[in-house]
């Protein structure tokens, strides 16, 4: 779909070990980050747009924000792991506007670097 001009919505913070992914830091913790997404932007030319949804108001009538930033620059480039960092650092501050709402269930820090304890 990207070659033929659609867009896509990719979730780049999941963690698939080291064999889909690379250690970059996560609110400074060195976590396993999905790399596929500069695979996807090299052969298909697309750009990386940052995408952001968010819900806001009270239960009873909530309202729905949708954040699209601009297009990263040099996305990707010739390295990975600071492709990974700006990814990251990225969704940190996105996830600083409703820190609530993400999936932390989701074990983002299942994968840990040689020396470090387990985290579940």
Do not use: C
């Amino acid at each position: 779909h990207l070659k033929e001009g659609d867009a896509i919505w990719y979730s780049p913070d999941q963690d698939f070990g080291l064999k889909q992914g690379i250690m970059a830091p996560f609110f400074g913790v060195p976590a396993a980050t999905v790399t596929a997404h500069r695979r996807l932007l090299k052969i298909s030319k697309a750009v990386a747009v940052p995408l952001y949804f968010y819900r806001h108001g009270d239960v009873q009538d909530p309202k729905y924000h949708i954040l699209i930033e601009p297009a990263v620059d040099n996305m990707p480039s010739e390295d990975e792991v600071d492709d990974a960092t700006r990814v990251n650092k990225i969704i940190e501050n996105q996830l600083r506007i409703a820190p609530t709402q993400y999936m932390w269930f989701h074990r983002r820090f299942k994968t840990r670097p040689e020396g470090y304890e387990e985290i579940y």
